[in-house]
């Protein structure tokens, strides 16, 4: 079984006889440990359903447009279409890959507040109508290169904005909402609707409860000026934990009924990105070098390790945050890794250490401190939740391997449950062949044993 990635055919191994997920990732390792040892991941698409049921089962009302940006994965694009999600597109190359897929336009919004033209004629040529615009300069670019468009127009809430006091403010303030929607009348552009900015894993529930508040002004003010208000996007900002999915729907769910009942007509939609991929990865990495260090004495005295002269190690690994640990540019907590079982031992004892890329810059820091027992170079260590901003083109050329493989799988039981909900696998999932994927206990044994 080979799951090949960026390819419009691509494999996905069927678990069957035993066979779990650790069982293809110890195979994959056994393979690399063979050749080159090069990063790989696997992807569990089952995890992408039940994320998906989960989903329906907590906002049934709300529509997810998946945010192609998080993770670009063709396998991910295909399953999350054939289960009736629309997308949102940040560039000319993601409306071009989403539209590989056969998604119809009317599911794809153009997102992006400083479009290029030649995004904006793709998308009136390709019939993608639903466009991001927070200002002026946009609105008038949009009028000109795209005069069927239909906006919605992107709006900041105070509640975000004080959560992120570091970060760009993105989005049309309040109080400036009504001459944008005027200047939009004069120049005969169509606005339908707002979406808001909400970014990253968002912890308070109150911001979506503002952002509705801010939606319904807007909503009125559009409505006064003689638009068809219609559709409301309540932005991002979904983890992946089912927990923060049942405080959001508790907090917002009467704050939509009160403001935008189903007699209104408005449709809702939101924009989860790492809630359907981010567990579905898993990033298996060498070590390639490693290196004891010097341990600062002010930083000793609040380590955990309480032997005064234990090492600490530095491991570099064959990938780091130019490629496919991208996500900690956006000052996200990459969790520290588990180790290969081969190599593990309840009994090690565990060091300071810390886990860096193969670039050699100081920024390539993928965890600054975790405590793992004293790895050897050729280890192997996987990383979870690994599905977010990970995948696609490295931001530079560190290193002579191309970007990692992903090999996909998914459980029998999954698949039954996706035909169960009404996809077949001859009408939406043109790009998939279903491999049974058989455990081998002789390989599986032989991976166990093989030194590093």
Known sequence: ??????????????????????????????????????????????????????????????????????????????????????????????????????????????????????????????????????????????????????????????????????????????????????????????????????SSACEDDQVYVHAISDARCVFDMGEEIGFNMKTLDIGGGFSGSETQLEVINSAIMSMVDLYFPPSTGVSIIAEPGSFFVSSAFTLAVNIISKEVVARDRKDREHDELSANEEPEFQYFMNEGVYSSFASKLCETLISAPSVHKQNSSLEAAVFSSSLWGPSGDDL??????????????????????????????????????PPPPVYYVISSGDWFEMQDTGVTHEATLKNFSVVPYFLNPCQTEAALSVPA
Not at 388 to 395: I, V
């Open 1 to 198: 079984m080979k799951g090949i990635a960026d390819e419009p055919q691509y494999s996905v191994g069927l678990l069957e006889g035993g066979a779990a997920l650790c069982d293809v990732i110890d195979s994959h390792i056994y393979e690399q440990t063979l050749s080159e040892k090069n990063a790989f991941f696997v992807a569990d698409l089952g995890v992408i359903i039940r994320q998906h049921v989960r989903w329906r089962t907590h906002m049934a009302q709300i529509r997810p447009y998946y945010a192609v940006r998080c993770n670009n994965s063709p396998a991910v694009i295909e399953v999350l279409a054939a289960l009736g999600t629309g997308f949102i597109c940040t560039n000319k190359a993601e409306l071009e890959l989403v539209q590989s897929h056969g998604i119809p336009s009317e599911d794809i919004i153009c997102s992006g507040v400083c479009k290029q033209v030649s995004q904006i004629k793709y998308a009136a040529k390709n019939g993608i109508d639903l466009l991001v615009c927070d200002n002026e300069a946009e609105l008038r670019k949009i009028s000109r290169c795209h005069p069927n468009a239909k906006l919605l127009l992107q709006v900041s809430t105070e509640a975000s904005n004080a959560n992120h006091e570091t970060s760009m403010t993105l989005g049309c303030s309040l109080k400036d909402c009504r001459h944008l929607l005027e200047s939009a009348k004069e120049l005969s552009v169509q606005v339908v609707g707002v979406r808001s900015h909400i």
């Open 364 to 401: 390539d820091q993928v965890v600054g401190h975790c405590l793992l027992p004293e790895l050897s170079v050729g280890d192997w260590l996987m990383f979870s939740h690994a599905g977010s901003y990970s995948l696609g083109q490295p931001l530079c050329n560190s290193t002579d391997s």
